[in-house]
């Protein structure tokens, strides 16, 4: 095994656990879209890395936080929902990043990933943002939970939605940027949210809601990875059926114990 799809299996597995975990907020908030469409943000920024010579990994992270900030604080302005923003902001990015792109083989890497770019450095990084992004997770877990219930309920304890939604924001920004390699801007989205919807099916309280969310999709990334050094093609669309089938079954298990019950 060499040691391109070592460190992208480390860095599959990361993603995937940070990402399911994360997911989980958005399938609970009804904001699945905005995962997906914060990917294709990172896409001028992984085009000008390309233009410029710099990492391009480096670019989508920068745009992609400054779009998050900016989104918000447009959010907070207009009173328009994050949907609504992150749509705009999205076939705005697409368009752009396409046209900056000159070269096919570069956008076709950006777009669906591409295992022989992930280095240690790579690996590093991304275990060390997705253990981040796991522990802010779950402390501001309760306080997602209980602005879903009542804002009003959650402003008179000292919670701030705005800050809350703020540091949402970011954490999708983080995992989307560190799961670019992996699945590319077309599909990482992805991994915020089927995971999470699988394990929505199965899960009988928060718990273990949050934590197959996890697990479904650090065993999608792994998945996908592993297929796709064996088969020698881009990641991004394997990881996505990889996950795709855990869904499917999951579904045939519920479906099946309804039918006993």
Not at 85 to 96: C, D, E, N
Not at 210 to 228: E, T
Request: charged residues 10%; aromatic residues 8%; glycine residues 10%.
């Amino acid at each position: 095994m060499s040691e391109s799809i070592i460190f992208s299996l480390v860095v599959g597995a990361s993603v995937g656990l940070a990402a399911g975990y994360l997911g989980s907020i958005m399938v609970l908030e009804k904001m699945a879209l905005v995962g997906d469409a914060m990917s294709h943000v990172a896409l001028p920024g992984l085009a000008l890395g390309v233009l410029l010579g710099f990492n391009p990994l480096l670019g989508g992270f920068l745009f992609l936080f400054v779009s998050a900030i900016l989104i918000w604080h447009v959010g907070r302005v207009t009173k328009l929902s994050f949907e609504t923003l992150v749509g705009a902001a999205f076939t705005l990015s697409l368009a752009i990043g396409i046209l900056l792109f000159k070269n096919l083989d570069s956008l076709e890497a950006a777009l669906f990933g591409d295992i022989a770019q992930v280095n240690l450095v790579s690996a590093v990084v991304a275990v060390a943002v997705s253990v981040v992004v796991i522990f802010l997770t779950r402390f501001i877990y309760k306080n997602v939970v209980l602005g879903l219930i009542s804002e009003e309920l959650a402003t008179s304890k000292g919670i701030s939605i705005a800050k809350t939604n703020l540091l949402y924001l970011l954490l999708v920004s983080a995992t989307v940027a560190i799961g670019i390699q992996i699945t590319g801007t077309l599909l990482v989205g992805f991994l915020v949210v089927t995971p999470a919807a699988a394990a929505r099916i199965v899960s009988g309280n928060l718990s273990r809601y949050l934590k197959l969310s996890a697990l479904f999709g650090g065993i999608s990334a792994v998945a996908g990875v592993l297929l796709s050094g064996y088969l020698s093609v881009l990641p991004g669309p394997l990881v996505v059926i990889s996950g795709v089938v855990i869904f499917i079954v999951v579904l045939l298990i519920r479906w099946r114990k309804k039918l006993q019950a």
